[in-house]
Each structure stands twice: as structure tokens, then as C-alpha cells.
């Protein structure tokens, strides 16, 4: 019998409070230098002083610049009344009967993200978000009806990850011997949002977190998906490096165009010779294409074999992602044959083909179907409004 779905939800104000300190969580190393050398930290000390604090946060999870024991008392105290360390808000929390968890959660200004955790046998992966909303509009995709409210900044992104650390208890306990076992081992900017579309607090905050001194996550272990912004790519593989994986879904401009709208700006043909230089700017192993199995849409045979031909000679693997529904989508998932005979033209035609398990598909945490709660709310509420008017 699967175990029942559970959802805690957290009652918090409605917008975080300014406090005037500034928030430690998300400013680079530089930035933090600065700031400690202006709150009056003396400069031949102040290099020294952001290893230990960094490694306070970002290493064993600290909250309180009380517990920063390395740190003398009235040092301590200067950091409290100048700086803070804080994360965004857990406002609900589902777990769903396959382990996934949903985290909505509260940002400055009182707007919401949704942040998934899926664990799997020997990893865990964090999607994570980098927007409030959506500007992509992708047609099969339930977060892209969510207009785009604003960028998270940095300390947000990071935020997230800490919050999800918090939340399963994976800090390192001083004095425990060394555990190197991760519950989240890997993390996707497959959110809400489009990272290249606000890169420059992606790319900080990834920073942040492949810093071998704290989070310390591989660049191997970090997945960026885009739905094709071709200029960033190169400037992806020089300033962050990670792995890349592109929203493809059709192997037709007319076909790609109504699903991914982007397509109309920058096509097929101009997104694949950008894609053809990312492996070799940052060495990876492979570019993932993820293509959504639409029914009667884009799961032929003969897309199968465009497919192929279309990215042929870049370094590939292409992930199948049944569609995930929901309520209103004007599309249905491929059959399960269809998306094995897909599957299979490409695996014989050499490129790894895994077909991706749904996960979390009964708490809206699947991919495609993050969309805040509070959202939802409101557009049923307009719905209702406008319905009573008519």
C-alpha cells in the first residue's frame, strides 16, 4: 500500500522584514571582503575573516554568528549587527508517496517558488529555481502560464539549496567523523524560470556553490537547462561550466515554434551550431536534449530519425520525458509503446536514450507542473470574477 501524500504547511508573515543588516547568503567572496573591511573588519584580517565565515554557512550550515566559535565575542557581535543570514521561507512542504518533495517557498516582497527534491537510489537531485514566473510561455509547460514576476537574485538561488539542506538535516556535525554520502548529490535549474534569462545571478550563485571551501558541489554535478537563449551558451561554458541541458521537444522549426515559442527567435539550425561548441569549450561528456513525448505531436518515427540526424555529431544523450498533465493542458502523454519505439530508433542510432521515470507526479512536482500555489489561487479567483461579470 503507498504510503498517504503529507504536506505541512507553515504559517509565516506575508513579507519578509528589512532589517537594514545586509544578507551574508549569496555575496561572492569579493563582495563579502568588501563588506567586512566597510563594517569595520581591518583589512589585513578581513581575508582570513570571510574563509571562516564562508566556511560557517556554506560548510557546516550555521545560522547564528553566535556559533562561530573560531571568531572572537566582540567580532560576533559586530557581524550580528551589521549582517544577518537569511534564506528564503519554507511556506509548505509535500512529500509525495515516491519520496519527492515540494517546497514553496517565500521570497523578499512576499512572491513564491516552487523547489523540488527527488531522491533516487545512491543520489538525490535539487531543482532548484531562478525566476518568479515565466517569460517562455512553452505551450505544454504548466509553469510558463505563470507570467514572469521578477529575477531571484543570487542569495535566493543559493538559498534554496540551504533551505533543502536544513530541511533534510545533511549538515556535517563538528567532531563526527567525515561522511562524504550526499542526500542532494546533484542540482538542476530546471525551476521555474529560464537561468539565461537572469544569468548573472545564476552564474554567482553557482559560484557559491561549486566553492570547494563550502557547498562544494562539481560543476559535473550541476545541470543548467535552457530553452534555447543562444547568446548565453558561450558565455555560459566560460563563466560557469557545468553541464547544459536544452528544452528540444520537436525536430521541425514549424512544430518547435508553437512548442517552445523561443524557436521563432533563435531556430533549430542557429541553437544546434551554438550547441555543437559547448562541449568542447567546457569539456563535458555530453549535451542532454530534453524532449518532451507529446501525443499525436511530435512522437512519429520520422521524428525519431530527424532527431538523430539533427544532432549528429555533437556529443549527446537525449532524455524522454512522458508529458506530465495537468489541469487544462491542451495536450495528452505519448503511449508507452510509443515513446519505447521512439527510444529505441535512437539507441540504435547510438545515443543514450533513457526514458525518465515520473516523479512527484501527485503533488504537482513533476516536470513542467511547478507553479506556486498562491498563483493558481489567484487565477482561479480572476476566473471565477470574470465568469460572474459575464
Known amino acids: 500500500m503507498s504510503a498517504p501524500i503529507t504536506q505541512d504547511v507553515l504559517t509565516i508573515p506575508r513579507k519578509l522584514p528589512d532589517t537594514g543588516r545586509t544578507n551574508i547568503v549569496g555575496l561572492s567572496r569579493e563582495q563579502l571582503l568588501e563588506a567586512l573591511v566597510a563594517a569595520g573588519t581591518p583589512e589585513r584580517q578581513a581575508k582570513m575573516r570571510v574563509g571562516q565565515v564562508w566556511q560557517w554557512i556554506y560548510h557546516w550550515g550555521v545560522r547564528d554568528f553566535a556559533q562561530m566559535t573560531n571568531l572572537a565575542k566582540d567580532y560576533r557581535q559586530l557581524l550580528a549587527d551589521k549582517f544577518e543570514i537569511t534564506l528564503p521561507e519554507i511556506v509548505s512542504r509535500q512529500v509525495s508517496t515516491d519520496g519527492t518533495r515540494k517546497y514553496l517557498v517565500r521570497i523578499a516582497g512576499g512572491h513564491e517558488v516552487e523547489v523540488v527534491y527527488i531522491p533516487e537510489e545512491g543520489r538525490g537531485t535539487l531543482c532548484v529555481s531562478s525566476q518568479v514566473g515565466c517569460t517562455l510561455t512553452c505551450s505544454f509547460c504548466h509553469t510558463g502560464t505563470q507570467k514572469l514576476v521578477r529575477n531571484l537574485t543570487a542569495g535566493e538561488i543559493v538559498g534554496q539549496l540551504l533551505l533543502a539542506r536544513d530541511d533534510l538535516g545533511e549538515w556535517p556535525v563538528q567532531g563526527a567523523p567525515k561522511d562524504e554520502t550526499r542526500l542532494i548529490s546533484n542540482m538542476v535549474l530546471m525551476g521555474m524560470g529560464e537561468p539565461l534569462y537572469n544569468f548573472e545571478n545564476v ?188
Not at 535552457?226 to 558561450?234: D, F, W
Request: proline fraction near 5%; include cysteine.
Open 203 to 390: 552564474r554567482d550563485a553557482m559560484k557559491i556553490v561549486m566553492d570547494n571551501e563550502g557547498l562544494s558541489l562539481s560543476r559535473r554535478r550541476i545541470t543548467l537547462s535552457t530553452s534555447g537563449v543562444v547568446p548565453e551558451i558561450a558565455r555560459t561554458a566560460e563563466e560557469i561550466g557545468c553541464l547544459l541541458a536544452v528544452s528540444f521537444h520537436a525536430t521541425t522549426d514549424e512544430v518547435r515554434n508553437k512548442l517552445v515559442p523561443i524557436n521563432k527567435r533563435w531556430n533549430i539550425e542557429t541553437l544546434l551550431n551554438a550547441l555543437r561548441d559547448y562541449p568542447r569549450l567546457t569539456n563535458s561528456e555530453r549535451i542532454t536534449f530534453e524532449y518532451v513525448m507529446l501525443a499525436g505531436v511530435n512522437d512519429t518515427d520520422e521524428d525519431a530519425h530527424r532527431l538523430v540526424e539533427l544532432i549528429r555529431g555533437i556529443p549527446a544523450k537525449i532524455n524522454l520525458i512522458p508529458f506530465n498533465e495537468w489541469p487544462g493542458a491542451p495536450y495528452k502523454r505519448s503511449s508507452n509503446n510509443r515513446i519505447h519505439a521512439f527510444a529505441d530508433i535512437i539507441y540504435k542510432a547510438g545515443y543514450a536514450s533513457p526514458i525518465r521515470t515520473p516523479r512527484g507526479e501527485d503533488i504537482m512536482a513533476a516536470c513542467g507542473q511547478l507553479k506556486s500555489a498562491t498563483e493558481r489561487g489567484r487565477k482561479s479567483r480572476a476566473a471565477i470574477a470574470a465568469e460572474a461579470a459575464e
